[in-house]
């Protein structure tokens, strides 16, 4: 028999090789239509059994890669892969919504998918990664009756999905209960991470598919109590979030810290650092032990190292009231409090213009990013110039402004112009932004590092004030090219994917 993958799973047929006779031959042949029509007829239900069986064969050896779907015997494997069924998607078909409610979770078998979500600004999606054959999908479905989609899944090209229904899960675990306890485990997991990663002020500036990627990258290890995370001198390559549990530092063999609350991170320094090595000793001092968020050194560098945010609090940490103006704009905690302090002084106009412009400029890198055609893309450029172009020359530049900003006349008379033309880009604003981040550095800036909120910011983060000097040093020297580089880049350039396109897509939940 051949030409039977035809008619598996009931998939368009394919063409995948050629046979030739050799000598006279004869052939039987049945078409698609003709088996459809009498598969259920008792005369050919022996070769429908076979195809059947073909096809969950073939759903099985999919399957085995999957994470929680591995522990299962040849035999649940088998009944398993007979739950799904087989979806053919075209290219550009949408094969889950955003927004909408979900009842299956789906296994890329063959093709190309891309996961998009809507853009900050909400008129068009944003391309977070694309997925390959193995990927999984919407596991969170499985388990939660009111879930919605979390992302948008568009087929790149022709592509083949296996899918499973949450009323045939369920009927699998009637001889699988330990899957629905493994699934349950990996997805309360990744929920977890992501909600810890949301109060953490490191994260908060992290682009939305980061910290996507961070849960599918990130895992939880547990340790009993006198288990040495870090040892000072030693080597490190995992980044480390406390989750539960109680942690002690020590320098030089002297403890100096008790580390008590979730969230904290630790190891960064190590993984940044070319030496690699820990500069503090970290022991689990709980009892009942202690359980970290836990990713490489690899997965760190890929998702952070192009993050503004994530650079300035390590800057901030480093250089304590050295700190510049460029790092507290950048970090979300430090940026809600220099706001707060320039209204204090009725000056709030420069920082608002500052910060409006830099939101301006990150449309476009999100509609670089736009998951849209070169035509669509022209025209959301236009209206998204026209838009939110206006709102900033209307609000701070134009002559009868009301929250008018204090730039040089020429550079005031060149953007009216170009208002006036038509002629509009995304880097119109930026002569005025360097010039009013000039003035608030030697203004506000300088009197804020004098005022008692600065320091009492300073603390909140926690300083590296136990860093040996040498330490310090070396660390400013090997960051402070990344950070000015990242910090750059989030006004100048398109800072899209770069490290979430190197990762590899493991899993995902929407």
């Not at 939660?144 to 992302?151: G, T």
């Not at 050295?322 to 220099?338: A, D």
Request: charged share 25%.
């Amino acid at each position: 028999i051949f030409g039977e993958s035809d008619f598996i799973l009931d998939l368009p047929a394919r063409t995948e090789m050629k046979v030739h006779a050799q000598s006279p031959s004869c052939v039987l042949k049945l078409g698609r239509e003709t088996y459809l029509k009498y598969h259920r007829e008792t005369w050919l239900r022996p070769f429908s059994d076979y195809i059947v069986d073909s096809g969950i064969c073939v759903i099985a050896r999919c399957l085995e890669g999957v994470n929680f779907f591995s522990t299962l015997d040849e035999e649940q494997l088998l009944t398993a892969a007979s739950l799904f069924r087989a979806i053919h998607a075209r290219k550009d078909d949408v094969i889950i919504k955003e927004g909408d409610k979900g009842d299956s979770l789906l296994v890329l078998s063959n093709g190309e998918v891309v996961v998009t979500t809507k853009a900050v600004e909400g008129s068009f999606a944003v391309e977070i990664t694309r997925m390959s054959p193995g990927c999984v999908f919407g596991e969170l479905s499985l388990v939660k009756e009111d879930h919605h989609r979390l992302a948008t899944v568009i087929a790149s090209r022709d592509s083949v999905l296996f899918e499973l229904r949450r009323d045939r899960f369920a009927e699998f675990l009637e001889t699988a209960e330990h899957i629905h306890t493994k699934l349950e485990r990996a997805i309360n997991t990744q929920s977890a991470i992501v909600n810890v990663a949301k109060n953490i002020p490191f994260f908060e500036s992290v682009a939305a598919h980061k910290l996507h990627l961070l849960r599918t990258v990130s895992y939880v290890k547990r340790y009993a109590n006198g288990t040495t995370l870090l040892r000072q001198g030693g080597q490190n390559d995992t980044f480390y979030i406390l989750q539960e549990g109680e942690l002690q530092l020590f320098i030089d063999d002297v403890l100096v810290e008790t580390i008590m609350k979730k969230g904290t991170y630790f190891g960064e320094m190590s993984l940044l650092s070319n030496e690699g090595t820990a500069s503090a000793t970290i022991k689990v001092s709980s009892s009942e032990g202690a359980a970290c968020f836990e990713c490489s050194r690899k997965d760190f560098k890929a998702l952070f190292l192009t993050e503004p945010g994530v650079l300035a609090e390590i800057e901030m940490r480093l250089l304590g009231n050295k700190s510049e103006l460029r790092h507290i704009l950048s970090h979300p905690k430090s940026k809600e409090v220099f706001v707060k302090h320039c209204e204090k002084e009725y000056a709030s106009e420069n920082v608002e213009f500052w910060l409006s412009v830099k939101k301006f400029r990150s449309l476009e890198s999100q509609l670089n990013q736009a998951f849209l055609s070169k035509e669509a893309k022209a025209a959301t450029r236009k209206k998204l110039l026209e838009k939110y172009g206006k709102l900033i020359y209307e609000k701070f530049v134009a002559n009868n402004s009301n929250q008018m900003i204090n730039i040089d006349s020429q550079e005031r008379s060149e953007l009216i112009k170009a208002f006036e033309s038509g002629k509009l880009d995304f880097s119109m604003f930026n002569r005025a932004q360097q010039e009013i981040y000039a003035l608030m550095q030697t203004d506000n800036y300088s009197r804020f590092k004098e005022s008692i909120t600065f320091h009492k910011l300073l603390s909140s983060l926690n300083l590296y004030k136990r860093m040996s000097k040498r330490k310090v040093n070396i660390m400013q020297e090997h960051i402070l090219p990344i950070s000015r580089q990242a910090m750059s880049s989030s006004l100048n350039e398109s800072n899209s994917l770069s490290g979430a396109k190197i990762l590899e897509h493991r899993a995902s939940v929407f």
